[in-house]
């Protein structure tokens, strides 16, 4: 079951943070991203196993996290919940930007499979926990097919 993250739940989505994140968001970052964004979590058997938060800005959205917990991950429960939560959004987007580590392969897998693609590398953007950073990858989905929209 996918539903909106409620403020019961930021301790258990961040624990799975700690768990999958080498530069985690803090326990007041998902308090506050329950009140001001589109922030949903995925239930297996009533256990949250993984979160995603959107930003709508105008007609617009930013994905800004997301993850499944480590012992859940590569059952397509990251894909399931990545597209209902982008259904969930109320805006009606007519495009999604992203941005994710150049090293993170599975995540860009992941949001190539639900419909974006590569537009751009922010060079050297995230550190890393070994000193020294990384590129960030910007990626974006088209939601519209209406070409007018999408630059107006
Ligand atoms: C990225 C993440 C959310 C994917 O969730 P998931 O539930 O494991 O992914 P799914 O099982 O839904 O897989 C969806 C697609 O991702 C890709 N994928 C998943 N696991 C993969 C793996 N081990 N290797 C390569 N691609 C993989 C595939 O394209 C897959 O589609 P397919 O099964 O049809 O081939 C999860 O791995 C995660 O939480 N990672 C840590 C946090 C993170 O990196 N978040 C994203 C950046 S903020």
């Keep these: 079951m996918i539903r909106k993250m409620?403020?019961?739940?930021?301790?258990t989505v961040y624990d799975i943070e700690l768990k999958v994140q080498s530069h985690p968001w803090s326990k007041q970052q998902f308090a506050?991203?329950?009140?001001?964004?589109?922030?949903?979590?995925i239930e297996i058997n009533q256990k949250v196993c993984g979160f995603c938060i959107l930003q709508p800005v105008l007609d617009e959205a930013n994905l800004?996290?997301?993850a499944i917990d480590t012992d859940m991950q590569g059952q397509g429960l990251g894909y399931e919940l990545l597209i209902e939560s982008i259904d969930q959004l109320k805006n009606s987007p007519v495009q999604i930007f992203l941005e994710v580590r150049e090293s993170n392969v599975v995540a860009i897998a992941l949001y190539e499979k639900s419909g974006f693609?590569?537009?751009d590398l922010r060079k050297n953007y995230y550190p890393q926990s070994k000193g020294g950073k990384e590129h960030a990858?910007?990626?974006?989905?088209?939601?519209?097919?209406?070409?007018?929209?999408?630059?107006?």
């Design 6 to 11: 409620t403020k019961e739940d930021v301790n």
């Design 32 to 41: 506050e991203a329950v009140e001001i964004y589109v922030s949903t979590v």
């Design 64 to 66: 800004l996290l997301m």
């Design 117 to 119: 693609h590569q537009i």
């Design 137 to 152: 990858v910007i990626m974006v989905k088209s939601c519209s097919d209406d070409f007018q929209a999408l630059f107006s």
